[in-house]
């Protein structure tokens, strides 16, 4: 299991954050963050920031085409 950057928060919430900031959605590991915390927005914004530099972001997978196999005449 990973590291918890967030020692104040329950396993669970703190992986739920991670994959959220792995996915580039800091806005929603914010809203668990304080939801978890009661923290205010500074606050919260403030943790998410500190951890997520902690967190690698999952690299975009290639955009495969539609049809590969269609040619052109």
């Known amino acids: ?3 918890n950057f967030w020692p104040e ?3 669970q ?3 739920q ?11 929603e590991a914010i809203v668990i ?3 978890a915390t009661n923290a205010g927005l500074k ?4 943790a998410i920031e500190r ?10 997978k290639p955009a495969t085409p539609s049809n590969p196999k269609r040619r052109i005449p």
Not at 18 to 24: K, P, W
Request: aromatic content about 2%; overall charge positive.
């Open 13 to 15: 919430t703190a992986a």
């Open 9 to 11: 928060l329950r396993q």
């Open 51 to 60: 951890g997520a530099s902690l967190v690698p972001a999952e690299k975009p």
């Open 43 to 46: 606050e919260a914004k403030d």
């Open 17 to 27: 954050i991670e994959a959220c900031l792995r996915r580039g959605e800091k806005i």
């Open 1 to 3: 299991m990973s590291a």
């Open 33 to 35: 963050y304080r939801e």
